[in-house]
C-alpha cells in the first residue's frame, strides 16, 4: 500500500457515466447542424480531448467546418441534457466519502462549469476543492500543467500523489508529472491503448482504491 495525499480523478469515465448525455447532445447538435447523426460507440471514442476536439471529431467528414459554432451549438444542448442519464460509476461515491480525510481533485478535459454543474446535481461538489477542467488552463491534458499546478498548490512531492483515469491519456499525464498512476478499466478508454502506458496500477472497481492507498 502507498502512502497517498493527494487524489487526482479523471472525471469522465472515471468518476461518472456520462457517455449517453454527450451523446445525446452531440446528436442533437449534428441535427440542428443538418448533417448525419452518429452511433453511441462512435461518439464514445470522440470524447477525452475537450469539446473542440469532440465536434471536430463528430463532423469528420460531413464538410462542416465551423467548429466554435458546433461548439455553441452542443454546449447548448448539453446543458440542457448533461443530468438525464448521468451517474457514479459503482462504489464512487462511497470510495470518495472514504477518502474524506486527505485531499481529492478532478482534472478533466471536459469544461470546469459542466463538471462542476455535474458534481452540484449529484451532491458531491464538497470533497473537490480543486477542479481543473478543459478551459481552467490554456492547456490541457496530457500536458501536465494542471498537476503541475496542484502539486505546487498543496505543496506535495510527486510520490504522494496518484492520477485515477479510464484513458491512455491520464496515465499519460501522470507520467509526465511524475505521480503514480492508476488505470480503471470500466471507462470509456480503448483497453490496449490503456494499458500500453504502463501504469503503475489497474483496476477494475474504483472501491479496489481502498485497498492500495492507506
Known amino acids: 500500500m502507498k502512502r497517498i495525499a493527494l487524489i487526482e480523478y479523471d472525471f469522465d469515465g472515471t468518476l461518472v457515466d456520462t457517455q449517453d448525455d454527450i451523446s445525446i447532445s452531440v446528436n442533437l447538435a449534428l441535427k440542428e447542424l443538418n448533417v448525419r447523426q ?3 460507440e462512435v461518439i464514445k471514442t470522440c470524447v477525452g480531448r ?3 476536439t469532440l465536434m471536430t ?4 467528414g460531413t464538410g462542416f467546418s465551423d467548429i466554435d459554432h458546433a ?4 454546449r447548448r444542448h448539453y446543458a440542457e441534457h448533461l443530468m438525464d442519464h448521468t451517474r457514479f460509476y459503482p462504489n464512487c461515491r462511497e470510495t470518495i466519502e472514504h477518502f474524506s480525510d486527505r485531499k481529492q ?3 478533466s478535459n471536459k469544461p470546469e462549469d459542466f463538471v462542476r454543474k455535474i458534481l452540484e446535481n449529484l451532491n458531491c461538489l464538497d470533497p473537490f476543492p480543486s477542479i481543473i477542467g478543459g478551459d481552467t488552463f490554456k492547456t490541457r491534458k496530457p500536458d501536465p500543467e494542471g498537476l503541475n499546478h496542484l502539486l505546487a498548490q498543496y505543496r506535495l512531492s510527486p510520490d ?3 492520477m ?9 499525464t501522470g507520467k509526465s508529472a511524475g505521480v503514480l498512476t492508476c488505470a480503471v478499466t470500466f471507462g470509456f478508454g480503448d483497453r490496449e491503448a490503456l494499458l500500453s502506458q504502463q501504469p503503475d ?3 477494475d472497481d474504483i472501491s479496489e482504491l481502498k485497498e492500495l492507498i492507506r
Not at 471529431?57 to 469528420?60: E, G, I, P, T
Open 38 to 40: 452518429l452511433d453511441t
Open 50 to 52: 475537450g469539446v473542440a
Open 57 to 60: 471529431r463528430a463532423l469528420n
Open 164 to 172: 485515477v483515469g479510464d484513458s491512455a491519456l491520464d496515465i499519460e
Open 105 to 107: 481533485a478532478i482534472l
Open 160 to 162: 504522494k500523489v496518484v
Open 71 to 74: 461548439v455553441q451549438v452542443f
Open 201 to 203: 496500477w489497474v483496476i
